[in-house]
């Protein structure tokens, strides 16, 4: 049974450039959540997808944005980028908005120069 | 506005050194204390769910206790396989609110 899996793994862009980030959930999993960990802290929730729409977000930009399709798999968007978007983004999945136990992929390493 | 913080920020121990990690918390209307383990280059791996104060959970060397305000994950003779970051976090709507995490070493 497959786990969360993103792509790329890593991820080296300069200032202003565009990026999207995959993931697909766990087997089963309907929803789709994505955090932002910087390093030495912990992750930080950008988004959450469910039914191909965004149901919650978080205090980030409008630079960063999100897609789910309908077979549940997500892409993360960020426009513009910043060196301080510099972080690991973390996809987790789970059954269902009120399902608590998040299943986390492995992340992408963002690096912007 | 919940927050969540965790210490010490890192800790060393001997193996078999026993030692207890604390999450301190503030929300409003705690929907569940959580703990995560993450090892370097991967996400984190679910540990345990906390919902009442009181309440404890155990895991082969693991034990996690619930109070009003803090939670402690208790390590009972560590293996140098449990150095890894512990995270603990709690919910809030319908995504949660994480803490800084907890470095543990433990040397052979």
């Known amino acids: 049974d497959a786990g969360v899996t993103q792509s790329p793994t890593h991820l080296i862009k300069t200032r202003g450039q565009q990026v999207t980030l995959r993931c697909s959930p766990k087997?089963?999993?309907?929803?789709v959540s994505w955090y932002q960990q910087a390093l030495g802290q912990g992750p930080q929730f950008i988004f959450q997808?469910?039914?191909?729409?965004?149901?919650q977000r978080g205090n980030f930009p409008d630079r960063f944005s999100g897609h789910q399709f309908p077979n549940y798999s997500s892409e993360l968007n960020v426009n513009a980028l910043l060196l301080g978007d510099s972080a690991l983004y973390l996809c987790?999945?789970?059954?269902?908005?009120?399902?608590?136990?998040?299943?986390f992929g492995s992340g992408t390493q963002l690096s912007v120069l | 506005e919940d927050q969540v913080t965790q210490s010490p920020e890192a800790l060393r121990l001997q193996e078999g050194e026993s030692s207890s990690l604390n999450c301190s918390y503030t929300?409003?209307?705690?929907?569940?204390l959580f703990w995560y383990r993450q090892d370097p280059g991967k996400g984190p791996e679910f540990l345990f769910t906390?919902?009442?104060a009181g309440e404890e959970k155990e895991k082969e060397r693991l034990k996690a206790t619930l109070t009003k305000k803090e939670s402690f994950l208790h390590i009972t003779a560590p293996k140098p396989e449990d150095s890894a970051t512990y995270l603990c976090?709690?919910?809030?709507?319908?995504?949660?609110?994480f803490g800084p995490g907890t470095r543990l070493s433990v040397l052979p």
């Open positions: 906390l919902y009442s």
């Open positions: 997808y469910y039914e191909e729409e965004e149901r």
């Open positions: 087997s089963g999993h309907d929803t």
């Open positions: 929300v409003s209307g705690l929907r569940g």
């Open positions: 976090a709690v919910q809030h709507g319908q995504n949660f609110v």
């Open positions: 987790a999945s789970s059954y269902g908005t009120e399902n608590e136990k998040l299943f």
